[in-house]
């Protein structure tokens, strides 16, 4: 398997439907405001946290057997079966709750939660199926799929006079059209149901829940918070300061997405010594973008969200600034959760998801009654530092050395510090006036970032690596 090669496909469809996704919220924003897109994102994070007992970490553990070499359509066979079990569970459980959710969402969408919830998990189970069968960047094609589909769509929708509404429907069908393609693109066939199958599912499943509620809870816990505790007005603003940060992770995600089936396949072989090495070199993937890109926005925070999403996000300016900062904890946690994973130790990941998650979930209530939205993005902080990246990296490094290629992350930090002076020696004289200008501004700090980067022969490689796919092949 070409593990940077399918990094960069992965990354490149990532940047292309982030951009598409990223375009399409700003217009929903601008077009909605606030309000009426919190209506969606409540709706999101409803359906992303339900998802998380009707998996009970069924998925990853699919993934991880069919990777392994074990029977793929037993392995299927298995998964569905329990995920059906599971579903019909989540279905009566928001049938009994229906009036409640339609009145925290803020609109009559609990029937559709049910048809959400399970599309979206056919979608993932058969991206991790996918996955399993080492063929990471095809699934680059379903998450473009259903991100066109469902920007299409919204915005067809909106033409009828619906709003946040309208955006929930266009996620369900882009959900139906991503499944239906997904079931096409997937090689293994179905079996019946074996009762080894699944002992070897909860085997892993049964620790990996931990880790897989601890993310869920890390990516949605606080949009429900805020919208319990403040407005949806809140959660409109806090989730677009959220999904500007999102950027700057992006071949992170995609490069362990990558490098985990194939760790996963060298541990069965006994390969610690390559394990350490993509470990390494994750470590300075990741840290290739999320740097600089922390770096940027938090020196352009109130101009981001002025120029593209509007003075009603403003609020959002220095939530926007804790969040970049999590994100540079998160790019490690990745990498050191996945190492985790992939050696066969959800019980230890488990551990530190199980702490971040308390964490979160406590410091995001008590910090978020007391101060808001900056209050809770500090919370999602600290459990991210303290939970995600500290214990992690302490359980992985008692298995295989963990070891920072501190070459390239302080070129890394060099280049970046160089764009931040210029960042703030720019601003000192002259202001940015319109969308246009940033976006210049942006593009010639994106220039000026790589010239700095160039002299550092790994770092131009890595580089390459990502732009034209020109590397290497690593057998798995």
Known sequence: MDIEKSSSILFISKIVTTGITFIAILYFSREFGPSQIGIFFLFQSLLNLISVPTDLGIRSATEKRISEGMDPRSVLGT????????????????????????????????YFLIVGLILHEATELLTGVLKGELRVSQTALLEFIKQTTWVGAGVGLSQFGLEGAGMVYALIISLGLTSIFGGFLIHTQLAWPRYSALLSLVHYAKYNIIAIIGSQVYNWIDVAIIGYLLTRTSVGIYEVTWRISAIAILFSKSYTATTFPVMSQWFEKRRFNEIQHLLTDSISYGALLTIPASCGVILL???????????????????????????????????????????????????????GTCLNILLNIMLGMTFGLEGIAVGTLLSMVLGGVILNFYYLNSHISVIMNKSEIGWILISSVGMSIIIETYLMFYSIESTLELITFIFCLTVIYLCLMYPHPSLRHKIAAIAFQDVKNTEA
């Open 79 to 110: 998964a569905i079966v329990s995920k059906i079990l599971l579903l019909f569970i989540a279905t009566i459980s928001i049938l009994i709750f229906r009036v409640k959710i339609n009145d925290y969402i803020g609109h009559r969408l609990a």
């Open 301 to 355: 925070s109130t101009e981001l969200i002025h120029f593209t999403f509007g003075k009603e996000y403003l609020p959002g300016a220095t939530v926007l600034v804790i969040l970049m900062i999590n994100r540079l904890a998160e790019s490690l946690q990745l990498t050191f959760r996945s190492g985790l994973q992939a050696i066969d130790r959800p019980d230890l990941a488990a551990k530190a998801a199980l702490l």
